[in-house]
């Protein structure tokens, strides 16, 4: 007999491209999607999580963007456009169509699962964003290129992610919402991460978890971090928690506006 929380690699052939992917646990409940980070990000670091959300009578999957991982394509062809499309063709392709749906995303990806929240709607049931970035608009038809181009001048232009659309989607969402913050972050400016924290707290049930000792790549923190990876994962499946205090250690939940 087949574990529920045994992994089972899959292929998917998408625009040119074959990307490939890991997935665990029971269908036809709740479907939790992973997704890696830009630069060397992929999905072997988040495999752990697989398992941990099959433990709770989840399905999870994770997949490698086109140019990361065990996935064909170039990464300098990649853009924030075809993240997200190749992410609503996986998930669209593998996802029962009535699951709700928990969407976690590591630091680009924070981005990413904005874009998923705005597409998929009430379906979404949880939100988990890593360190997350949100960008610009004016950058999301642009290829990544190979770090000196359109795409690197425009997000580094100081405070242009203030016009994100993503913040106004985190803003509107009003379901389950995790945010982890490492102690030291090279990447991600505070002021980012603060508008994130702002707008999850607009109407979400919102929990923040600080990780002291972590820094930005939180993907391989979690992957050598079984208690905070399994506290996190509880975290975002505790949908129906409202009173504010502790969740689980380290977590503190946020109602509303007052966080």
């Not at 007999?1 to 709740?30: I, N, V």
């Not at 009430?122 to 038809?141: I, S």
């Not at 100081?158 to 985190?170: I, Y």
């Not at 603060?194 to 707008?199: D, P």
Request: aromatic share 8%; charged share 25%; net charge negative.
């Amino acid at each position: 007999m087949t574990r529920m929380d045994e992994l089972t690699g899959f292929s998917y052939a998408y625009d040119g491209e074959r990307l490939s992917g890991a997935s665990a646990g029971p269908a036809g409940r709740t479907t939790a999607v992973l997704l890696h980070g830009a630069g060397n990000g992929s999905k072997e670091r988040l495999l752990p999580f697989l398992t941990d959300f099959a433990a709770q009578g989840c399905r999870a999957l994770a997949f490698d963007f086109s140019g990361h991982g065990d996935s064909t394509g170039a990464l300098a062809e990649l853009s924030l456009r075809r993240r997200y499309e190749q992410a609503v063709a996986v998930l669209d392709a593998h996802v029962p169509a009535d699951d709700p749906l928990v969407l976690v995303g590591f630091s680009m990806s924070g981005q990413t699962v904005a874009d998923l929240v705005r597409h998929y709607g009430d379906r979404v049931a949880a939100v988990g964003l890593c360190a997350p970035a949100v960008y610009t608009p004016e950058a999301w038809e642009v290829p990544f290129g190979t770090g000196e181009g359109r795409f690197s001048e425009l997000i580094r232009t100081p405070g242009s992610w203030r016009h994100s659309p993503a913040l106004e989607a985190l803003r509107t969402y009003a379901g389950r919402a995790v945010l982890a913050v490492p102690g030291t972050d090279t990447i991600i400016p505070p002021e980012v991460t603060e508008a994130v924290q702002e707008a999850l707290s607009a109407r979400a049930r919102y929990t923040r978890l600080d990780l002291p000792d972590a820094e930005h790549w939180l993907g391989l923190w979690f992957r050598d971090h079984a208690g905070d990876r399994r506290d996190f994962v509880a975290a975002l499946l505790d949908g129906e928690r409202r009173a504010a205090g502790p969740v689980v250690s380290g977590i503190g939940d946020h109602g509303g506006k007052d966080s």
